[in-house]
């Protein structure tokens, strides 16, 4: 086995084709002697590596294409026939060089987790606060955990309140809060102020290190892949033998069965098959999707089932601002522009989403003094001598109506809730959840196309978000509240059934992807952990890239199929004619280059774009798609100003609600309406060549009608209430239907528009 070592395929190769080549320069000057002996070095070298590489599968229990190869380049020597030694050799270097490069598997390395499990701890003692290493935690320790640390062992609060962010473990992103004396897991990471804890466990015996554990022991038990070609080689090795030694005994000429051992050698195998693998690989790459090796890619093709964790991989990951509400007298802008301005210091998530939408929508924050921050209820500070807050408050009877319809809209949507507060009252609420990534129904849909027949959600996140985005998506399944340990258990379930994929970004995914047969990290924004044990690494933040990597994975194993299927029929008929004493050694040797050549041509073919996986888009079409997508995150405020005005006329119909509705009309007219006339004549037009024709777009064209029609309607009723000198009570229940109505069918088109004309943009 130290010969295997010695000779790196690609050194091997170098060696062989200078053998090869330099026998050919001796025999074309005459000296026979000297191209006999170089060849048969070259036949040598090559023979060495062969062996090793025949014993170390033989030891795995089965014997893959190279023993044909170890036969054939015998028989050359044996027979003396040197030039068809030097041609197998070199088939062979190269074949073995293009499978090592298709053929590196990931080494499942949990690196990163062990990297970031806390060797220390801060533990309280007689005489103080005392740093000890993390094995002399005991059961029953009183440690401290400061802001922004690991939380070190498995433990219960002993402080009023711990603000932690749990998405290592649950994948969710919004932080949560813990009372005192509740549980709390090691391994999540302390968000607000310091707090103590309370061991329950050592370090050995907490969760994080359970996870460790998970990861080592799925990575272990993966099984190796077995080669494409090896598979082929099972029947085709027994039958090129048989063949050989009927032409020996029946013709009594060793040079014959040479002869069929060298038509026989499976240069399709060798060539075709990792040439093919080795194109999708590059396929793959050039879209962002790094694949470590070509037996995940073959994987990959034969995928029928895809389990997904949802934060980070089918949602974005991060929250963002769902809705405003404002109190009567106040606008939504209004509410976002003053909770971004006490925001715009605070570190936390949910704040850091509030001022991105503010600045999105191009709001000029006020300047803000006096501001301060108490963990897990919010920050506040002083507006024009005014003091103010966003965050947490006690809704109960005593908030105003339009506050309980917020707080139950949060609930329907599974939505966070930062209030406003200005001079002690409640005047606005921000409505904030992480959505569903906008190109995710595209990509199921596609995967489903690609083959993939089975697909669910496996999260740690709570039941209901995780039930409604399976629901949207029309997923097969959802089992949401997870643990690690529960996610490698389930996706052992599936692998029983069938060739499964798991997608994952965070560190409690690493154990679950290293266990799956393909393993796929959304490594854009995923953990370390994640991507190392990943088989796949999507490098852009686009789950799309997984549906484009199955059809790549998909194509490209179909070609290395057809390339090894045809190259062998034609060295069957080959090993026909050298049995047959129609083809000598060498003559078969070359004839087997033609042979390569071919299948090699077809396995390239691997390389080319599948125009039927994703529309081609025009530059001048990418650009409008990002210009429009920009204008939909500006006229947020003009859908939320819709539904407002409605909600304003069900609590009053006077000054107020006629005034809510003159400024909604006004932002219909002045930004909405401009922006779908733009799009129905300019985008969709740029679009229809790409779809197919105009018809592909004929429906978003009929919500452009709607929407115009609703506009006009509201229009009428503005009209009306200004000749009356106010809102008449026979107009209220048809207004309101028809802002309620523009709400819904605005929602719906935007949604629709993201997913299947915005997410077509790289």
């Known amino acids: 086995m130290a010969a295997v070592s010695a000779y790196p395929e690609p050194f091997l190769l170098s060696v062989t084709a200078v053998a090869l080549t330099a026998g050919g320069v001796a025999r074309v000057a005459g000296a026979g002697a000297l191209a006999d002996l170089l060849w048969g070095l070259g036949t040598v070298f090559a023979i060495v590596p062969a062996v090793g590489w025949v014993v170390a599968a033989l030891r795995r229990g089965h014997a893959g294409v190279d023993l044909i190869a170890v036969l054939a380049l015998g028989g050359t020597l044996a027979v003396r026939e040197y030039l068809a030694g030097a041609l197998i050799a070199l088939m062979l270097a190269t074949g073995r060089t293009l499978e090592a490069a298709a053929q590196r598997r990931a080494s499942h390395d949990v690196r990163a987790l062990v990297e970031r499990v806390p060797r220390t701890a801060r533990r309280h003692t007689d005489v103080g606060v005392r740093v000890v290493p993390l094995a002399e935690v005991e059961v029953g320790d009183l440690l401290v955990v400061g802001p922004g640390e690991v939380v070190p062992v498995d433990g219960h609060v002993q ?71 090896d598979r082929y080689a099972a029947w085709f090795l027994p039958l090129s033998s048989v063949v050989a030694g009927l032409a020996w005994l029946l013709s009594g000429s060793a040079v014959r069965a040479v002869a069929v051992l060298v038509v026989a050698t499976p240069c399709p195998l060798l060539l075709a098959a990792p040439v093919a693998i080795v194109s999708g690989l590059s396929r793959a790459s050039r879209l962002g999707v790094v694949v470590r090796g070509g037996g995940a890619l073959e994987n990959l093709g034969r995928a029928r089932t895809l389990l997904l964790d949802k934060t980070g991989t089918l949602t974005g990951g991060r929250p963002r601002v769902l809705d405003v509400a404002a109190a009567p007298g106040w606008r939504p802008a209004q509410v976002l522009c003053l909770a971004a301005a006490l925001d715009q210091y605070s570190p936390h998530v949910l704040a850091h989403a509030i001022v991105d939408a503010a600045r999105q929508r191009g709001l000029a924050l006020p300047v803000v003094a006096d501001v301060t921050e108490e963990p ?75 083959g993939i027949e089975r697909i669910l959600m496996l999260t ?8 409604e985005v399976a629901a949207v998506l029309g997923l097969d399944g959802v089992r949401a509240e997870l ?22 970004d965070g560190v409690n995914d690493a154990p679950a992807l290293a266990v799956a047969d393909i393993g796929v990290a959304m490594g854009a924004h995923g953990s370390t952990a994640s991507s190392e044990a990943a088989d796949i690494i999507l490098t852009t933040d686009r789950v799309d890239r997984l549906a484009d990597a199955v059809a790549i994975a998909g194509r490209a194993r179909r070609i290395a199929v057809q390339s090894a299927l045809g190259g062998m029929l034609m060295s069957l008929a080959a090993m026909a004619a050298a049995a047959g004493g129609l083809l000598p050694p060498a003559a078969g040797a070359l004839l087997q280059e033609g042979i390569d050549v071919v299948v090699i041509l077809n396995a390239l073919r691997a390389l080319r774009v599948d125009r039927a996986m994703r529309p081609a888009l025009t530059p001048a079409a990418e650009v409008l798609i ?53 799009e129905e004549h300019q985008l969709y037009p740029a679009l229809a060549p790409t779809l197919g024709g105009p018809e592909a777009t004929a429906t978003m064209s009929r919500a452009h009608t709607e929407i115009e029609r609703l506009s006009r309607r509201v229009a009428t009723h503005l009209r009306l209430a200004h000749a009356r000198g106010g809102l008449d009570a026979d107009q209220l229940d048809d207004l309101r239907s028809c802002l309620y109505g523009l709400h819904a069918v605005l929602r719906l088109h935007f949604s629709q528009e993201e997913e299947n004309y915005f997410s077509l943009a790289p």
């Not at 949560?176 to 050592?202: I, P």
């Not at 258990?489 to 798991?502: Q, S």
Request: charged share 25%.
């Open 159 to 229: 402080s009023p309140l711990a603000v932690l962010d749990e998405s290592v473990l649950t994948g969710e992103s919004l932080q949560v809060e813990r009372a005192k004396d509740e549980a709390v897991r090691s391994g999540v990471v302390n968000a607000g102020g310091a707090f103590d804890v309370r061991a329950t466990a050592t370090e050995q015996d907490s969760t994080y290190a359970e996870i460790v554990r998970l990861a080592r022991q799925a990575g272990a038990e993966s099984a190796p892949v077995v080669r494409l070609a």
């Open 626 to 678: 990002r210009r429009f997508a920009a204008e939909h995150d500006d006229l947020r405020d003009v859908v939320e100003a819709v539904r407002a005005a409605a909600d304003r006329l069900s609590d009053s119909s006077g000054h107020q609600a006629l005034a809510a509705l003159e400024e909604t009309h006004q932002l219909l007219t002045d930004r909405l309406l401009p922006h779908e006339y733009a």
């Open 376 to 450: 897990g209820r919010g920050a506040s500070g002083t507006m024009d001598g005014q003091r103010a807050s966003i965050g947490r408050i006690d809704t109960g009877d005593a908030v105003p109506p339009w506050a309980r319809a917020a707080d139950n809209r949060a609930l329907l949507d599974g939505a966070a809730v930062a209030w406003l507060t200005v001079a002690g009252q409640v005047v606005g609420a921000v409505l904030l959840r992480d959505p569903i990534r906008s190109d995710a129904p595209r990509t199921l849909c596609h995967l489903r196309a690609a």
């Open 483 to 504: 643990s690690p340990a529960d996610k490698v258990a389930a996706v052992r379930a599936e692998r029983e059934r069938a060739v499964t994929v798991m997608v994952g």
């Open 460 to 467: 740690g996140d709570r039941a209901e978000p995780a039930h």
